[in-house]
């Protein structure tokens, strides 16, 4: 894999000149997008050590390089026509992901065994764990990484990043929750277990606060094994008194404890965040 990294990495250094119809290229770009494509390589993972984000920069080069590499094509599948650059992900059998009517991955995603896909979308470079369900209307943006057994609500949203290639791409924990029209996007992350109530939005510039203490946990970054709420709080400024959103842990949960449905749907209840 080093030397296809390198030559993925003097590809990049000359983006400007490459173009379309070159083969050569092209061939050494598709082997990387292929690792990504069967699971074999990430976009970015956890490093267990330090519990940061590691990006592995010259696979995301390898994507936007696929982008410039390949010319616009016609598909048509049953009585659809699509017209775009890049295939859509195929042989959902023999990798035993369940696809309904409606949903769609692109070539270069990786959906592991036992993911099902409710029609929803999956994106270039995504990589969405075993056994996670990825709800109606909901999306799994560029890049963007899920754990195992996770449950992504309709209509959440789980943002993409492709540029810069540095940029930290949103990553899921396993076991999470994510309730229904939930916004989690910019490089924001959700540890392992975490429950997300209905309708929150979270990015890198909004507080994760401890609803007990009072106390900033951060910002854009749920801890594992907390049940978080939307939230806002008072700020004020020169032109008036304003509300800012925040996101609001409200309980903590023993790491490993499956979440009780029904109790937890009563606690976001109570909060007015049913999932």
């Known amino acids: ?18 173009r379309a119809g070159d083969h050569d290229a092209l061939a ?9 494509d069967s699971g074999d390589a990430r976009v970015a993972e956890v490093d267990p050590g330090t519990d940061r984000v590691v990006v592995h920069q010259w696979l995301k080069y ?10 616009m094509e016609t598909q048509e599948l049953g009585p659809f026509e699509y017209h775009d650059k890049l295939p859509l992900k195929r042989g959902f059998s023999a990798a035993g992901v369940r696809v309904l009517p409606g949903a769609s991955a692109r070539w270069g995603s990786f959906l592991d065994r036992g993911v099902v896909l409710m029609p929803s979308y999956v994106n270039i470079g995504a990589r969405v764990g075993a056994e996670t369900m990825v709800d109606t209307w909901a999306t799994v943006g560029s890049c963007a990484q899920v754990g195992a057994r996770v449950h992504l609500s309709g209509g959440v949203g789980i943002g993409g990043v492709l540029e810069p290639p540095n940029a930290v791409p949103v990553v899921i924990g396993d076991d999470a929750f994510v309730g229904s029209r939930c916004m989690v996007t910019e490089g924001a992350r959700l540890g392992d277990g975490v429950v997300l109530g209905s309708g929150t939005i979270l990015n890198p ?15 854009g970054v749920v801890p594992p094994w907390c049940v978080a709420v939307s939230a806002s709080r008072r700020r004020e400024f020169p032109g008036g008194e304003f509300f800012l959103p925040c996101v609001l842990v409200i309980r903590r949960l023993e790491p490993g404890q499956r979440h009780d449905k029904a109790v937890l749907e009563a606690v976001l209840r109570q909060h007015g965040a049913a999932g």
Do not use: H, K, N
């Open 62 to 71: 390898a994507i936007l390089l696929l982008f410039r590499l390949r010319a």
């Open 205 to 219: 510039s909004i507080p994760v606060i401890d609803a007990d203490s009072g106390e900033e946990l951060g910002r």
């Open 1 to 18: 894999m080093a030397d296809l990294q390198a030559g993925i990495e003097e590809l990049w250094e000359r983006a400007g000149e490459l």
């Open 28 to 36: 050494v770009v598709t082997e990387a997008v292929g690792l990504l």
